[in-house]
DNA sequence: CTCCCGATAT
DNA sequence: ATATCAGGAG
């Protein structure tokens, strides 16, 4: 476990989200429209939905069908015009336009789950937390970090094996190399840096 | 557990 | 043709 996260730390020394923004709100946004979507579409629709509407009394004034439009080509894009438009009113009633810095605080708001609440808490404000996404949760399967199938527990797994100023950079190399060589339908293991010392759980 | 649900890779 | 894409709510 240690060796792992050396390795992963050297492979992706920058904590990195490739998802466009430029403020926590932004983050956010993205965060949410990126569910079950592809980073580059999501980032070709935040491009169009930020320069519209910047600011979440913006966002929280504009008629939803306008927000559905916009990001029609994401899915559940109905789902998530709501709760955009939603969570924007929310953060302009009660945050003061600003976005919380908590966890209960985040995941209280509509469409942002632990998962979102999390890359948000890491990523805009460098607290200290495990993003478990779809990346995260089936590498720690296939690495044997973790034999827990939802996310909380994987999280926890991860809490306790990697020391706390390491989890950003770990999760987020994890997620990388998700992306980039260990993808859900064909692994490269063959050019994995990891191959020597990966049990492959699971991976035909 | 089901529903949401467009685009893309395989 | 279908699995998958930085999931969450009911």
Known sequence: MKELVERIKKLYPEPT???NFSNPFELL???ILSARCTDKRTNIITKELFKRYPTP???AEAPVEEIDKIISSCSMHNTKSKNLKALSEILVRDFNGEVPKSLEELT???????KTANILLSMAYGIPAIGVDTHVKRLAYRLGISKSENPEGIEEDIKKAVPKEDWIVFY???ILHGRRVCKAR???????PLNDICPKIGVK
């Open 186 to 192: 064909k692994p490269n293991c063959d050019g994995c």
């Open 29 to 31: 946004v993205a965060l």
């Open 17 to 19: 989200v490739e998802l």
């Open 172 to 174: 987020t190399g994890l």
């Open 57 to 59: 009394k913006d966002l």
């Open 108 to 114: 209280k708001l509509p469409g942002v789950g632990r």
